[in-house]
């Protein structure tokens, strides 16, 4: 197995201003082709307005709720300081509460999640072209 | 060290709906069985309406501070749009806030925690049975 | 490659009561340091009321902006239960919601950030001296 088999790039093309993207399948698939049986993934956003956050992704109702209650607290349109020069300053607290990486174990080739549990990328400050590095680590068994 | 001997469950029986449940001597115990002297620990909770907190857990009025100001926020009885098919949107957003996994490191056979930092489940829609997945990773010495 | 080599602790004097402190260069050289090139690095804090961010570092206000919106949600002065024992329940509760741990992937020697990413300490209850541990492993390429 070769270190760059190891680390994928996720590029995707969001499109609204903020949205929670299910990106479950697509990792899934990534860590099935890198044949790694037991191990561990680490998902990263190289953004500083756009978030991962592993929750349900069965109910798309259940995003907006996310979004809403974020935005109750964190308006687009607030006098932030940031937006002197650039009108992003919710998004860049959103995604510092809900962060840009998460860890999730493999166990027998497969994604150890729950049932309800998927993994999306949280875009607030889109449409945009997001990328979202897979870094696949597999167990070494002695 | 065989791979099966690295992957644990810890099966926590919650009793309210909302609550702070202490696992740090749960995590420790672990780590000392693997024997794993220097690595790292992935602490994951496979549930959507649930999460992990690190944080004090010496003094439980803390644990409902922090509960109380998520509540406050992120009320259980509010018009949220997945509440049509299930009546806990609010967990799912608190525990999309918090989070489902951690990483602590080990160094000399222990978990490198700070003398007021614990582990802690944060249950949001209990009480229910939750598992916790605690994946211990040694490090290469070369 | 040593152990030894491979946790290093970061000493960090914050100078006021709430501080985002940017740290991306010290945790760049350390990864520098370890000479390792594929791999990943575990940053975290061992204390209760701090936590670390990774977000934009470029625009101090913005810093300012994310303080300012946790402090007007979780205020300093409020009647928590935790402040009969220490006035620092609000600490407590904005560190629960960053988290003390992030994890960075490491690829060609370097640290995989995004051109407006960066690493900090969010002191929450300063000034302090604080710590932060950062873990560098190195991948196993077969």
């Known amino acids: 197995m070769l270190s760059f088999k190891m680390l994928r790039t996720l590029t995707i093309k969001t499109n609204k201003k903020q949205e929670i993207i ?3 399948e697509k990792v899934k698939s990534i860590v099935s082709e890198s044949r790694i049986k037991e191990g561990f993934c680490i998902i990263f956003t190289p953004h500083s307005t ?6 349900e992704n069965y109910d798309k109702n259940l995003c907006y709720d996310i979004l ?34 998460k860890t999730a174990i493999i166990k027998n080739g497969q994604l150890l999640l729950g049932t309800w549990q998927g993994i ?3 875009e ?13 680590i597999k167990e070494k068994i002695e």
Do not use: C, M, Q
């Open 22 to 24: 299910d990106i479950t």
């Open 124 to 136: 607030f400050d889109g449409p945009r072209v997001r990328n979202i590095f897979i870094k696949i």
């Open 68 to 101: 809403d209650k974020l935005e109750e607290f964190i308006p687009v349109y607030e006098n932030y300081r940031h937006n002197k020069i650039d009108n992003n300053a919710h998004a860049h607290i959103k995604a510092s509460l809900i962060g840009p990486t």
């Open 120 to 122: 999306a990328l949280a």
């Open 50 to 55: 756009a978030g991962i956050i592993i929750n």
